[in-house]
């Protein structure tokens, strides 16, 4: 399959507003000239962005949605293939809960599986229909995670939905006819963003990965077509080697580093 080239082309990216989705919407835009629709709740980060964006020559566009509120999610899929001719997309927006989960409340319940599998199933849904309808060139990603092969303790529901999402992308995959399109899953360990800045990360921070390498990593696996993509020599070693152990035992060894970091942050 051809590789994709985003120039002039118009690329979508939920949670542009911040860390990795900010991050790949800087690279789209000075190394591959693609024009972008940014998305995020954050009206006034995205205009920030808007602006040094437009510097470069290229042109943005910006939806505010919040992708826990369907209404919303219909508002950006809309917007998104009815505006401007959408070449690729990367479904980036998603948020974690780092705690116990028996003090978890139902409502962040919630709004963690709207934002991070709901929203994701919507909209890859109505962008696989339009390109199998097109027949058009293009290419989806979604940013899952590696808690989706070694869940995570402390975020375990955070874990379950990565993993949803990674298996609704892989079994999809197989499913398409337009051969001009494809799905790619991105599933980055620790990346340093707002996301892991809480003190609770203080004890996991000397492993996250720059985010300015992990976006980089990312536009590779989209413009690529890559089916499963790991950034990180370590990171994809690692996780070879890990498989050769037994699961039960690696996970319990993530719940003894993530418990004492979560106790020497007061939690
Ligand atoms: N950081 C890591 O260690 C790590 C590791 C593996 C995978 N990931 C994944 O990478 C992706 C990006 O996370 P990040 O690390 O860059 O974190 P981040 O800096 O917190 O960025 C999250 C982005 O998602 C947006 N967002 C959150 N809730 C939203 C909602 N309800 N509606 C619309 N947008 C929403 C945020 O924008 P607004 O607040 O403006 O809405 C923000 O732009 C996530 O899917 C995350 O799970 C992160």
Do not use: C
């Given at each position: ?52 964006l ?11 949605a ?72 293009g ?26 999402i ?14 001009n ?60 080697l ?26």
């Amino acid at each position: 399959m051809k590789r994709l080239d985003f120039k002039n082309k118009w690329v979508l990216i939920t949670g542009a507003s911040s860390g990795l989705g900010h991050e790949m919407a800087l690279q789209l835009a000075h190394q591959h000239k693609a024009n972008l629709i940014i998305s995020a709740r954050r009206k006034d980060k995205l205009e920030q962005l808007k602006t040094e964006l437009e510097q470069t020559g290229i042109q943005v566009k910006i939806i505010v949605a919040d992708l826990s509120v369907p209404e919303d999610v219909e508002l950006l899929i809309k917007d998104s293939i009815e505006k401007q001719p959408l070449y690729a997309a990367i479904l980036n927006a998603g948020i974690t809960y780092f705690g116990s989960h028996s003090e978890m409340k139902p409502s962040e319940f919630q709004r963690l599986l709207q934002t991070n599998v709901t929203s994701i199933v919507r909209i890859t849904s109505q962008l696989v229909n339009h390109f199998e309808a097109t027949g058009k060139e293009g290419g989806l990603m979604v940013v899952s995670s590696m808690a989706a092969l070694f869940p995570v303790p402390y975020q375990a529901i955070y874990s379950g939905t990565k993993a949803f999402i990674m298996n609704f992308f892989n079994a999809l995959s197989f499913e398409l006819k337009n051969t001009n399109f494809s799905l790619t899953v991105y599933a980055p360990g620790g990346i340093a963003t707002e996301m892991t800045q809480g003190e609770k990360f203080n004890d996991l921070k000397g492993w996250l990965m720059p985010v300015e390498q992990a976006a980089k990593e990312g536009i590779y696996a989209l413009t690529t077509r890559k089916y499963n993509y790991i950034p990180g020599f370590m990171n994809r070693v690692g996780s070879r080697l890990m498989k050769l152990l037994s699961k039960k035992f690696i996970i319990g060894q993530m719940a003894k580093t993530y418990r004492k970091s979560l106790k020497q942050s007061g939690h």
